[in-house]
């Protein structure tokens, strides 16, 4: 990358390793195991943790970065382990400033727990504001889940999973529950649904639920249906979008520095411009794209490393919704850039326009995003 970054845990030849696995596990539809097993050995599962638990109380600007270096090489391994750092760095955030009782989860990551999202849910398009999933509350302060999550990466690899369920035990006052579930728990299975246009190797498969038991302390939030947020949920956020939005924007870091390269290399019949770096469009592109992600960086850097926490998270947001848009533009113009070519199965290009569609649908998703920013900023939320 142009900007010389050095990894606390990855070599250049541990990111070309992982770089030459990503076509295989694209092509194939497949975890990405190999990348997984020599990460997790670096300690970098734990990076967030303190340095008490065996961490190295990574902050969050500090991964961010390390997370954009990574999706440069390798996207979908980048985005999959994302959903497992979210929760280590939020919950030690949490912890130092002594919001929520989080040090059963510091302690299980450090353990060697790995930790998934259980958030995304068919036909709920309100994201954490309410869930189909429900949460029985118990006389011991434990919850029942029945109900279907989708879209949760790490499924062959995940301990625990996180996820938000709708209690209606007092149907005046609905309520949503954040806790965690065992995967060896009664109740639990995957069903490997996952087959889509990009980040393949993320195994992002439907986990369900059946009257599966969430013990009664990792119950860490609950709020009123809609988004009365409580602080931990700041936490959350402050942490999960703005890794998010580095992810794409390393991929689009590597989709221009493929058209430079190209462009700089690739010969013209032209008269005037021996390589196609000659040509006045190819100069314009090329400096469009490197203004947008010179935005991005700043915008997502400034998401980092501001004031994590406060609700509602709109840097966060924000970055979250120019990051990944702006990650697609730039991709799209490296594409013009490099021609025809682009498209063949054959291309590194090809793989990466592909992954980079997936961007603005995370939750929450562009139209969730322009909502809320829009509502905040009229002063109507």
Do not use: C
């Amino acid at each position: 990358m142009a900007n010389g970054f050095q990894s606390r845990y990855f070599t250049t030849a541990d990111y070309r390793r992982f770089h030459d696995r990503a076509p295989r596990y694209d092509a194939e539809n497949a975890f990405f195991a190999e990348d997984f097993v020599e990460i997790a050995a670096t300690g970098y599962l734990k990076a967030p943790l303190p340095k008490r638990l065996g961490g190295d109380g990574l902050s969050l600007i500090d991964l961010a970065h390390e997370q954009r270096t990574l999706a440069y090489w390798a996207p979908a391994t980048a985005l999959a382990l994302n959903m497992h750092l979210y929760w280590a760095g939020s919950a030690a955030h949490a912890a130092e400033h002594a919001v929520g009782n989080l040090e059963w989860l510091l302690r299980d990551i450090a353990a060697g727990d790995v930790f998934a999202a259980g958030h995304g849910e068919p036909g709920n398009d309100v994201g954490l504001d309410d869930s189909l999933v429900r949460a029985v509350p118990q006389p011991d302060g434990s919850y029942r889940i029945t109900g279907r999550k989708v879209f949760t990466s790490l499924s062959p690899v995940w301990d625990q999973i996180g996820v938000h369920a709708r209690d209606d035990s007092d149907p005046s006052n609905p309520l949503i529950v954040h806790t965690f579930v065992d995967r060896d728990t009664a109740g639990v299975r995957v069903e490997e649904t996952w087959n889509a246009l990009g980040v393949r190797a993320t195994a992002s498969h439907d986990t369900v639920f059946d009257d599966a038991r969430a013990e009664a302390h990792k119950t860490v939030a609950i709020h009123p249906v809609g988004p009365n947020y409580p602080e931990y949920l700041g936490f959350l956020l402050g942490w999960y979008l703005p890794l998010l939005s580095n992810v794409y924007f390393g991929i689009a870091r590597r989709a221009l520095d493929i058209a430079i390269l190209g462009a700089q290399t690739r010969s013209s019949l032209r008269g005037d411009a021996k390589r196609h770096a000659h040509k006045p469009a190819v100069q314009r592109q090329i400096a469009h794209a490197e203004i947008q992600l010179e935005a991005v960086a700043a915008l997502v850097d400034a998401a980092a490393s501001g004031e994590i926490g406060v609700l509602p998270p709109r840097r966060a947001l924000a970055a979250k919704e120019f990051a990944t848009r702006t990650a697609r533009e730039v991709v799209d113009i490296a594409v013009q850039v490099v021609g025809a070519s682009a498209v063949s199965k054959h291309s590194e290009l090809e793989r990466l326009y592909r992954d980079v569609r997936t961007g603005t649908l995370h939750p929450p998703n562009t139209d969730a995003v322009l909502e809320s920013l829009g509502a905040i900023t009229l002063g109507l939320a």
